[in-house]
């Protein structure tokens, strides 16, 4: 049985010919370096050995992805053939995995990458452009709404194999709604000592919940039991105020607080009743804004390329972190100096590029710091000890160039990212 995504512990798998080996040693420091992805090449997992045609299904199963480096010496090989063809496998059986191509020297893929499409490299060398390909091409985006704009629901559900037929069901529905759905990451960085759970239905503007049926529980509670976890979220929900909507399996019944109002769906539907639909289809209009919505405030040269609305390197940073992005030179209002500093204090993440010691930056992030929100600093040039007042920001990240830019921003707020559920329904 294939391991889910989350739980795999490489993010990529590098497949290419060896001729091709300069300008994938290039790629891969860049990709782990720069990026901060963990990569799955055989220079480093098979050193001196060769991997059999047997464990290859093995060593990309151990992948969120793999990444082919496609030249006319690549695709002449029968091995890289073979990585393709247990990658197209992998993609048609594990919902989420990433088959993404890099075309060298425009060599002729057509008949042979058929399904996926490629980048083509501009020159011997990894760019910028190339560089803001590679990494969104690794992150879904067709069915996410952009975080500027979305409507964002909680949602609080099971994805075990023997229970997940409602949810995902119920979650189609939402999807079609054109609502942006948001689940606890366990692994999203950021909570300090907070309630994580609490925070996240907090961003949020609407929670449904779906309680499958595990075992004949009686009545069920919140304190104890396979079913705390779901009480306890709608019980967060109800206390933040927020439109709920709770789909249950009838044989699921509440000893410890109301459930008349929750809607019967069986486990194993899937498809949701009228009832149901009816309900989530009202949620678009009975969303309210979030309580406390998470967003990521860019302090940084406002001249530069970078600061420019609807940039690749912004719609990066969003599609990334799954957070919407604030620069204070967007922020209108009266009292502007106040409204910033509200901005910042508030934000999940400061994340400031000091770049020749950026007075406005250095401001911010200080005032970051002291109102106790993550902040993350990077700056062009080497890697360094960034201003004095600035150090408990920990470790400043360094890029000589825009595309060892693209793979620091990448680096920098990949841990503080959203779990977005569009892209797992």
């Not at 996926?116 to 452009?129: F, K, N, V, Y």
């Not at 069915?143 to 964002?152: H, I, Q, V």
């Not at 019967?264 to 406390?292: F, I």
């Amino acid at each position: 049985m294939s391991l889910p995504l989350n739980k795999r512990d490489f993010d990529v798998f590098l497949s290419y010919a060896h001729k091709d080996q300069v300008f994938v040693r290039q790629l891969y420091r860049w990709l782990t370096e720069h990026a901060g992805l963990k990569v799955w090449h055989d220079e480093v997992q098979l050193p001196g050995g060769s991997l059999l045609a047997t464990d290859l299904g093995l060593a990309i199963g151990r992948c969120r992805g793999i990444l082919l480096v496609a030249s006319e010496e690549s695709l002449n090989k029968g091995w890289v053939t073979a990585e393709y063809n247990c990658a197209m496998d992998e993609r048609a059986n594990v919902e989420g995995f990433r088959v993404v191509a890099l075309r060298l020297a425009n060599a002729d893929v057509k008949n042979f990458m058929r399904g996926i499409t490629w980048i083509d490299a501009t020159g011997p060398d990894l760019d910028a452009p190339m560089a803001l390909a590679l990494i969104s091409a690794l992150y879904p985006s067709a069915k996410l709404p952009s975080p500027a704009g979305a409507r964002d629901v909680y949602v609080s559900c099971s994805w075990q194999a023997a229970d997940k037929s409602s949810a995902a069901a119920v979650c189609s529905e939402l999807v079609a709604q054109g609502l942006r759905l948001v689940g606890d990451a366990k692994d999203q960085q950021g909570f300090g000592d907070g309630d994580r759970v609490e925070r996240i239905i907090a961003s949020c503007g609407a929670f449904v919940g779906i309680v499958p049926y595990r075992q004949d529980p009686g009545e069920v509670r919140r304190d104890s039991g396979p079913y705390k976890y779901f009480l306890r979220e709608m019980d967060i929900a109800a206390s933040l105020g927020l439109p709920s909507v709770v789909v249950a399996d009838p044989r699921v019944s509440r000893g410890d607080g109301p459930d008349s109002h929750w809607l019967r769906m069986n486990t194993d539907a899937t498809a949701c009743p009228e009832a149901v639909t009816a309900a989530l289809a009202g949620l678009w209009d009975d969303w309210v804004t979030p309580p406390a919505p998470q967003y990521i405030f860019w302090a940084l040269d406002l001249d530069s390329p970078a600061a420019a609305a609807g940039g690749a390197m912004r719609r990066l940073v969003e599609q990334v972190g799954g957070m919407p992005v604030v620069i204070g030179n967007e922020i209108q209002s009266e009292s502007l100096h106040a409204a910033i500093m509200a901005k910042i204090c508030n934000a999940f993440l400061v994340m400031a590029d000091i770049t020749d010691d950026n007075v406005n930056s250095c401001i911010e992030a200080g005032m970051a710091l002291a109102a106790g929100t993550n902040v993350r600093l990077i700056s062009r040039g080497k890697a360094r000890n960034p201003p004095f007042m600035l150090r408990a920001a920990g470790q400043l990240l360094g890029y000589a160039d825009t595309a060892e830019q693209v793979g620091v921003l990448h680096r920098l707020v990949r841990p503080f990212r959203r779990r977005i559920l569009n892209a797992e329904i």
